[in-house]
C-alpha cells in the first residue's frame, strides 16, 4: 500500500521528561511504555502495544477486562476515569492490596 508508512507498534517521540524504561509515558493523547531511558529532549521511543505489568493504586481492586486509566501526576494506573487518560484493559485480577496490574494497552 502506498501511504503506509509503519506498524505503529513503537513511535520515536522527543521526550518532554526524563523518562526510565518501563515507565508509562503520555505525551498529548499519546501513550505508551518507555523502550528506555531518555533525557529531557532526547528520543524516547514509547512501546504502544502489547501486555504491561504497571504500578497501580493498591486500594483499586481491579478484575479481568477493567479499564485501565494512567495518572499522569504519580505514573500509576486506576480505575478512576475522572481527570484521567484511558490506556488499556486488565488481564489480570489486581485486588486490595495490590501494587501492580497486568495491562493490555489500547494502542
Known sequence: MKNFVQAG?????TAT??????????VGE?????????AIGGDLDLVTVGVFE????????MAVGDA?????ADGLVTKTASGNTKVGIAVITAGNPSGAVN???NG
Do not use: H, Q, W
Open 9 to 13: 507498534e513503537n513511535i520515536t517521540v
Open 30 to 38: 499519546l501513550f505508551g511504555i518507555a523502550a528506555g531511558d531518555a
Open 103 to 105: 495491562v493490555r494497552l
Open 54 to 61: 504497571m504500578p497501580k493504586v493498591s486500594t483499586d481492586d
Open 68 to 72: 485501565v486509566y494512567f495518572r499522569t
Open 17 to 26: 521528561a526524563a523518562a526510565t524504561s518501563g515507565e508509562g509515558v503520555k
